[in-house]
């Protein structure tokens, strides 16, 4: 809801993005190098299995094609945190040397990362926040809480705590700290996105193999009144809707070691109908924004920019010229999946990190994130004067 003053004069408080920050892999993996691992492993597959090829009992796997995937996609490379592991024909998965329990878990290690560049480009110290929130589709274990362990790593004050809405966990946790700030729990918080989307992806299949990439963003949030410089992007309303569908899902869980029987190992990664989530989820999320817009009271037409999800350039484009009721340019909805693909929570928020310097004071944005769920969430934000 957009920040009113109440019936008895006194002002709610006003919430701020003061900064953001992006940790970004060094490796990186082209479409056509992950192509030719895949087309390795499909042949050895299919070799393998012969004989209930040929007898109908097994469908054959088929090979991808950089064509293929910027058809489908946009995607043109991703960076990861393992690149040999994924590339490798007998593994395709990333290979990450196991940490002991006493040292900084790689998730938490890439959100502090992430977090320190958003609290240089707002002025702060950790010593400032008083609450963080790990918010991504994927967490390392189930607890202690990588929240917490970013919090002690950092040295930030207060709580903190870890928040999964699949691919709208950025967007979710950004609305949980403006509620936070607003209601006096906290003052200054910290939402940071760490997805290691290599860790879940199913590198073996052609229709999945390509789609995910590795990155952690983050944001600081605080009162409007008390940031330490000017600047930022004023909060002025948030939009959150889930409705339940199983055409996106990941069933791995703490209980898969006593189901019997077992599930598949590709039961345990990323899975969905594309297909149909594309016809559900792009009209859903035009609708839910285009609702956000005209309970804010703002014309559409009144928006600089768009910074949506990464995850496919059809559906973006989909739903841009949806909400605009035109087709829209690439400076009104930006794209970095083209490099990044898709990084999850984290895509929407690398597109506002990455192309938000050159707005204005005044300036009307809105970030959108959709996924799994299904879930969409919307942050409705103005850039304040410096």
Same mark, same amino acid.
């Given at each position: 809801?957009?920040?009113?003053?109440?019936?008895?004069?006194?002002?709610?408080?006003?919430?701020?993005? %003061?900064?953001?920050?992006?940790?970004?892999?060094?490796?990186?993996? %082209?479409?056509?190098?992950?192509? !030719?691992?895949?087309?390795?492993?499909?042949?050895?597959?299919?070799?393998?299995?012969?004989?209930?090829?040929?007898?109908?009992?097994?469908?054959?796997?088929?090979?991808?094609?950089?064509?293929?995937?910027?058809?489908?996609?946009?995607?043109?490379?991703?960076?990861?945190?393992?690149?040999?592991?994924?590339?490798?024909?007998?593994?395709?998965?990333?290979?990450?040397?196991?940490?002991?329990?006493?040292?900084? +878990?790689?998730?938490? !290690?890439?959100?502090?990362?992430?977090?320190?560049?958003?609290?240089? !480009?707002?002025?702060?110290?950790?010593?400032?926040?008083?609450?963080?929130?790990?918010?991504?589709?994927?967490?390392?274990?189930?607890?202690?809480?990588?929240?917490?362990?970013?919090?002690?790593?950092?040295?930030?004050?207060?709580?903190?705590?870890?928040? #999964?809405?699949?691919?709208?966990?950025?967007?979710?946790?950004?609305?949980?700290?403006?509620?936070?700030?607003?209601?006096?729990?906290?003052?200054?918080?910290?939402?940071?996105? =760490?997805?290691?989307?290599?860790?879940? #992806?199913?590198?073996?299949?052609?229709?999945?193999?390509?789609?995910?990439?590795?990155?952690?963003?983050?944001?600081?949030?605080?009162?409007?009144?008390?940031?330490?410089?000017?600047?930022?992007?004023?909060?002025?309303?948030?939009?959150?809707?889930?409705?339940?569908?199983?055409?996106?899902?990941?069933?791995?869980?703490?209980?898969?070691? %006593?189901?019997? =029987?077992?599930? =598949?190992?590709?039961?345990?990664?990323?899975?969905?109908?594309?297909?149909?989530?594309?016809?559900?989820?792009?009209?859903?999320?035009?609708?839910?924004?285009?609702?956000?817009?005209?309970?804010?009271?703002?014309?559409?037409?009144?928006?600089?920019?768009?910074?949506?999800?990464?995850?496919?350039?059809?559906?973006?484009?989909?739903?841009?010229?949806?909400?605009?009721?035109?087709?829209?340019?690439?400076?009104?909805?930006?794209?970095?999946?083209?490099?990044?693909?898709?990084?999850?929570?984290?895509?929407?928020?690398?597109?506002?990190? %990455?192309?938000?310097?050159?707005?204005? =004071?005044?300036?009307?944005?809105?970030?959108? +994130?959709?996924?799994?769920?299904?879930?969409?969430?919307?942050?409705?934000?103005?850039?304040?004067?410096?």
């Amino acid at each position: 809801m957009l920040a009113r003053r109440r019936d008895d004069g006194v002002g709610v408080k006003r919430v701020s993005i %003061t900064g953001t920050g992006l940790h970004t892999p060094a490796a990186t993996i %082209t479409n056509q190098e992950l192509v !030719e691992a895949h087309a390795a492993a499909v042949e050895r597959f299919n070799l393998e299995h012969a004989e209930a090829i040929a007898a109908g009992t097994l469908a054959p796997r088929e090979p991808s094609s950089d064509e293929f995937i910027q058809k489908a996609s946009g995607i043109r490379s991703r960076h990861v945190l393992d690149k040999n592991g994924v590339l490798d024909p007998e593994r395709l998965r990333p290979r990450l040397p196991l940490r002991r329990d006493d040292e900084l +878990s790689i998730q938490a !290690e890439i959100a502090v990362s992430a977090a320190e560049q958003a609290l240089k !480009e707002s002025g702060r110290s950790a010593s400032d926040v008083d609450a963080l929130l790990v918010a991504c589709s994927n967490l390392q274990r189930a607890y202690p809480a990588v929240a917490i362990e970013v919090q002690h790593t950092l040295g930030t004050r207060g709580f903190a705590y870890d928040l #999964n809405v699949a691919c709208s966990s950025a967007t979710f946790g950004i609305q949980a700290a403006a509620d936070a700030i607003r209601a006096g729990s906290a003052r200054c918080v910290l939402v940071i996105d =760490p997805e290691i989307t290599s860790g879940h #992806n199913n590198f073996e299949l052609r229709d999945h193999h390509f789609i995910f990439g590795d990155a952690c963003s983050a944001l600081l949030l605080e009162d409007a009144d008390r940031s330490a410089r000017g600047g930022g992007f004023e909060v002025l309303s948030t939009r959150l809707a889930t409705r339940f569908s199983n055409n996106i899902r990941n069933n791995f869980g703490f209980l898969n070691a %006593t189901e019997d =029987p077992a599930r =598949p190992a590709h039961d345990l990664l990323f899975q969905q109908n594309g297909r149909q989530v594309f016809k559900d989820v792009c009209p859903l999320v035009a609708q839910h924004i285009l609702e956000h817009l005209a309970q804010a009271e703002i014309p559409p037409d009144a928006l600089r920019r768009m910074w949506l999800h990464q995850a496919n350039a059809n559906m973006n484009r989909w739903i841009a010229k949806a909400v605009l009721g035109r087709v829209p340019s690439e400076d009104e909805a930006p794209t970095i999946l083209d490099e990044y693909a898709n990084t999850s929570s984290a895509g929407c928020v690398i597109a506002f990190h %990455t192309h938000k310097a050159d707005l204005s =004071p005044g300036d009307l944005g809105l970030l959108c +994130s959709f996924g799994a769920g299904y879930s969409v969430g919307s942050i409705l934000v103005r850039k304040l004067p410096a």
